[in-house]
């Protein structure tokens, strides 16, 4: 009896090929063999690093063409300018690149400055100084602080080179013209999962040589105390007569709001005592419903934000099943008594006290806003923000 094996043919795409390395095998009888590295899709969005092996006399023909191929059929980064920040989170960037990082850019023909942070504010200067003329792309390794750090200084250094007033809301900004990828190696790294799908490093590198670059849709804010606050939101806003009451009601995105103080047909004002405010990319209204749906929410270039408004009236009891669907990707319509959710253009905080403090001198002081996982001092009780589109480009295959 006899038995035919099946050989299966797996095909891979050229983005899918990290690269080529020659090596010997075997303890008597030594033999080259050609490794070649590819990128498979792992569970949970992860990415793994696999090998296959090719021997033969068309070997070093096949690596030849291989290699050619790659670099002709893909736009992966030539050059970068890698920053890491060796203190962040539990102190292992510089392993994290060194083991995992480096090898994976190196296999890929990939040509790296690399800069180790040695001072707070290094990393700034060297974003200030640094020529990106011939560069490819901004790799930083770090959390969300370190990420905010190097794009602040290259956001504000590219309206300046062209011209644009930043503090202008109606300005429209200059895009960065080289993409930017973070690889989470920090206690805080929400921006690398919002745009990898993990916190995980090889994944993050990986997304840098499959280089599907994506523009990154800003943005995520949380303030985190009670406020007096005049908020006005930026956004469409329409009249529907209710038959029943004959009373107007007003919608954003098919929703009906409540509590808000005034209106127009692009503005809603908010003047009450506020507990939190949530600001997260894309739509979080569906049928009129809110609901905060990742998978849904990063569409191609959405274009408003959502924003969750949470009263100082929500109980303890509110809060938990406010996060519990917020976790669990569920529908909050029994919370609407005690938040309102509107989709956004830009939004205008008019901060009057933090009602969380009963020293004056500290509570006019204090004013901490939470975007994109960093914290902010805000030193203006008037402040606004803006979602704005195409501005700044990341190294994703993931979104």
């Known amino acids: 009896m006899s ?14 090929v990290i690269g080529c390395e020659e090596v010997i095998t075997g303890w008597f009888w030594r033999t080259e063999v050609t490794r070649v590295w590819l990128i498979e899709q792992g569970c949970s969005n992860l990415l793994l690093k ?36 060796p203190n962040g989170g539990n102190r292992t960037a510089r392993k994290d690149f060194r083991n995992i990082v480096e090898p994976v850019f190196r296999l890929s023909g990939m040509t790296m400055d690399i800069i ?71 206690s805080r790294s929400h921006w690398a999962e919002n745009h990898t799908g993990s916190q995980d490093v090889l994944t993050a590198a990986l997304n840098i040589i499959q280089v599907v670059s994506s523009w990154m849709l800003l943005f995520e804010s949380l303030a985190q105390y009670h406020y007096n606050a005049k908020v006005t939101f930026h ?30 047909s692009d503005t809603v004002v908010f003047n009450r005592k506020l507990w939190d405010m949530l600001f997260l990319n894309g739509h979080g209204i569906y049928n009129g419903k809110a609901l905060v749906d990742p998978s849904r929410m990063f569409v191609p270039k959405p274009s408003m934000f959502s924003c ?10 509110s809060v938990r099943q406010f996060y ?44 901490p806003v939470m975007i994109d996982g960093e914290i902010y001092e805000v030193e203006s009780p008037t402040f606004q923000i803006w979602y704005k589109l195409d501005v700044v480009r990341v190294f994703s295959s993931y979104l």
């Open 116 to 186: 180790f942070s040695g001072y707070p504010g290094h990393l700034i200067d060297v974003t200030k100084s640094y020529d990106f003329t011939n560069t490819d792309g901004v790799v930083v390794l770090g959390g969300d602080g370190t990420y905010h750090e190097v794009l602040k200084v290259l956001m504000r250094k590219r309206q300046e080179e062209q011209n644009v007033d930043i503090n202008d809301p109606n300005a429209a900004l200059s895009p960065l013209n080289i993409p930017f990828g973070l690889i989470p190696t920090g």
């Open 3 to 16: 038995t035919k094996l099946k050989r299966t043919l797996v095909s891979y795409r050229f983005d899918d």
């Open 308 to 317: 969750f408004v949470l009263f100082d009236t929500i109980s303890p009891g």
């Open 324 to 367: 519990k669907h917020f976790f669990e990707t569920t529908y909050m319509d029994e919370l609407s008594n005690v938040m309102d959710v509107l989709h956004a253009q830009g939004v205008t905080m008019e901060l009057s006290e933090c009602l969380d403090d009963v020293n004056q001198d500290v509570t006019t002081a204090k004013r």
């Open 235 to 264: 956004t469409s806003v329409m009249e529907r007569r209710n038959t029943e009451t004959n009373e107007t009601e007003i919608f954003v995105a098919d929703r009906k709001l409540t509590g808000y103080t005034s209106y127009t």
């Open 50 to 85: 696999k090998c296959r092996v090719v021997s033969g006399d068309q070997r070093k023909r096949f690596q030849y063409d291989l290699t050619e191929k790659i670099a002709k059929e893909t736009k992966r980064p030539k050059r970068v300018l890698v920053m890491i920040n």
